[in-house]
């Protein structure tokens, strides 16, 4: 029986036992069961293709994590209300790394960036904005 997870990933049933669809998958295909966590590269999670999916590590996987939301419309920025100006911050080996306060949301955000790729963070992080001068 197949049916749908909590956060949108796909389960289905295997002897009884509840699993998401894409450790099944992997275990299939690769003959054992994923020693670490299954990640869906495009970042769907009802994409179960076997060239979507990838075994990593809990800190590859979270680098693939969509960022959150906050005060700012770019991931990794918020407001410091009692700096009164915008901050970045960014988690890398589930430490916080304060990047630095600054008056222009957008240079927070080039902060945030440039961080996310000296990190080697994955592509959704880092594509919502463009660098000062930068052009699509």
Avoid at 26 to 41: C, F, K, S, T, Y
Wanted: hydrophobic share 40%; net charge positive.
């Amino acid at each position: 029986a197949v049916s749908k997870h909590c956060c949108e990933f796909v389960q289905v049933s295997v002897g009884g036992v509840n699993c998401l669809a894409h450790r099944v998958l992997w275990a299939m295909a690769h003959g054992e069961w994923p020693a670490a966590e299954v990640d869906q590269l495009n970042g769907i999670r009802k994409d179960n293709r076997l060239n979507n999916l990838r075994q990593v590590t809990r800190q590859e996987n979270q680098m693939n994590r969509k960022p959150r939301a906050g005060t700012s419309r770019w991931p990794g920025v918020g407001w410091n209300k009692s700096a009164k100006k915008w901050q970045a911050r960014i988690w890398i080996n589930g430490r916080r790394k304060h990047l630095g306060v600054f008056i222009d949301e957008i240079d927070a955000a080039e902060a945030y960036r440039r961080a996310a790729l000296d990190a080697g963070f994955s592509d959704r992080h880092i594509q919502p904005f463009l660098l000062k001068g930068e052009t699509k």
